[in-house]
């Protein structure tokens, strides 16, 4: 592909994506989460590039990644050998970074030489493009910035999408690795009740529209708070919510709990 996003053709509104992406296992793994990924790309049009906001990549201020070749990075520990021995040599798209700094006005968004994909967008966007034949950056959380700041910088990128973009957020809604239940590790689903209770409220935010009571997420309870401890694995919520068009629909899946206190649960909109 010739990377000038100028020479790229409007196109019909691509739809929008939140994955919870759970272990970095779930990239080499045939399970009911995985499999769900690798359906996406039979249900919706080919992209010419993915932008991903990945909760593996915060940073003081907001950069784009702009090299040609991004590495593939293995941001974990104490996994078998065979995870570390993946590589997702997917193309960057240059044209299509320095198109996301032209166009935000809400930040000075820099261009970044040195990160690559983390496991939040490789592990997911391998199972949906197993090729790597589709340009892939990522864009990063500025640790700074309130959610409110996110959201509306999100917004400004949703023209991307007209664009044959694809956009993924990555994370997890309910992400409490502190309380953790090892002992259920193997279960195919298990939650406490606040992370039931905390992915439902979201849900409902979600279905009705109310991204302002979203933004404003530690208003909404103990069950949130637990679900939340840090900000990081809900952002790329935000960030997905905020390119919704008016009348979109949205629909959820991957809609399980597991090791007590953390969701799979996944939304699409468009």
């Known amino acids: 592909m010739i990377d000038l996003f100028s020479s790229w053709e409007p196109t ?147 023209f991307l999408r007209r664009r044959g973009v694809l956009i993924i957020g990555s994370g997890n809604l309910v992400h409490n690795l502190g309380m953790i239940a090892w002992d259920h590790a193997g279960d195919q689903e298990y939650g406490f009740d606040w992370t039931i209770e905390a992915n439902d409220i979201f849900k409902r935010h979600i279905l009705s529209g109310n991204h302002k009571e979203l933004i404003g997420y530690s208003g909404l309870g103990r069950e949130v708070q637990l679900a939340v401890p840090t900000p990081d694995h809900y952002l790329p919520l935000l960030y997905t919510l905020a390119m919704k068009e008016e009348y979109e629909s949205v629909s959820f899946f991957n809609d399980k709990a597991i090791m007590g206190s953390l969701t799979m649960t996944s939304v699409r909109i468009g």
């Not at 993915?50 to 940073?59: D, Y």
């Not at 798209?93 to 320095?98: D, E, G, K, T």
Request: hydrophobic content about 40%.
């Open 12 to 158: 019909e509104r691509m739809p929008l994506f939140f994955i919870g992406h759970g272990s970095p296992m779930n990239a080499i793994l045939r399970n009911e989460f995985s499999e769900s990924w690798r359906n996406i790309a039979n249900t919706i049009p080919a992209p010419k590039a993915v932008l991903c906001i990945s909760a593996h990549w915060e940073t003081g201020g907001t950069f784009v990644t702009a090299m040609e070749k991004p590495k593939t990075i293995h941001d974990f520990g104490g996994f078998p050998k065979a995870l570390y021995d993946v590589q997702y040599p997917a193309q960057g798209s240059p044209a299509l970074a320095q198109e996301v700094k032209r166009m935000v006005k809400g930040a000075e968004v820099g261009l970044d030489e040195k990160w690559g994909l983390d496991h939040g967008a490789w592990s997911v966007i391998r199972c949906i493009y197993p090729e790597a034949d589709i340009p892939v950056i990522q864009l990063s959380l500025d640790y700074k910035k309130s959610p409110q700041q996110h959201y509306d910088l999100s917004g400004e990128l949703n």
